[in-house]
């Protein structure tokens, strides 16, 4: 009796050493766990990581007018990728959101322009630098169109040395034009200059 029960005993412990495999840690198809991590990968690619390798740079001096009449949502962001995410809690408003090129400021971050309506009456464009983790180091607002008043307008050129934002007040007669000038410091982030 006293061999059986240290037998069972025995068993009992053993059995519990031995590791528990389940359906889902052994997969039945190795091409199917290939398949379903690339698919993964994908997906967190998607969340975190914009495609902006396929997006043109462009080499200054560059000039931004965008508006309503130029503007195409063609090659929108995914919702769920993170820079949408941060554009949308900045700007709670804000619509699809189109990345539209590169500019090249520095080598230790990247310098995004995204276009995105703000409800159906305003379009906004806006450049953000970033460091290779992707933190956002900077946002300037470059372009504005509205169509509700067809009053107010913004719009930029780029140069390697310097950002000059121009805006437009047409509900003055003459319309009123402001240019705030930009430079890009070595952590991204811009620095006003002066006021014309």
């Known amino acids: 009796m006293k061999k059986y029960i240290l037998f069972q005993v025995g068993f009992v412990m053993i059995a519990c050493q031995q590791p528990t495999r389940t359906r889902t840690e052994i997969p039945q198809d190795p091409d199917m766990l290939d398949s379903s991590l690339s698919e993964l990968s994908l997906e967190k690619d998607t969340i975190e990581q914009p495609r902006v390798s396929r997006f043109p740079i462009r080499n200054f001096p560059v000039q931004d007018t ?19 995410s941060y554009i949308k809690q900045r700007y709670p408003e804000a619509g699809p959101v189109k990345l539209r090129y590169q500019l090249i400021y520095s080598k230790d971050f990247r310098s995004i322009v995204v276009t995105l309506p703000k409800g159906e009456m305003e379009l906004l464009t806006i450049l953000v630098n970033l460091d290779p983790n992707n933190d956002v180091l900077g946002v300037l607002e470059v372009a504005y169109d509205e169509i509700a008043e067809s009053a107010f307008r913004k719009e930029t050129s780029f140069y390697a040395d310097r950002i000059e934002v121009t805006e437009v007040n047409g509900m003055t007669d003459p319309a009123e034009t402001e240019t705030k000038i930009y430079k890009v410091n070595q952590y991204g982030a811009f620095i006003l200059q002066s006021d014309k």
Request: hydrophobic share 25%; net charge negative; charged share 25%.
């Open 66 to 84: 965008t508006n309503f009449d130029n503007y195409q949502e063609d090659e929108l962001l995914d919702p769920n990728s993170w820079i949408t």
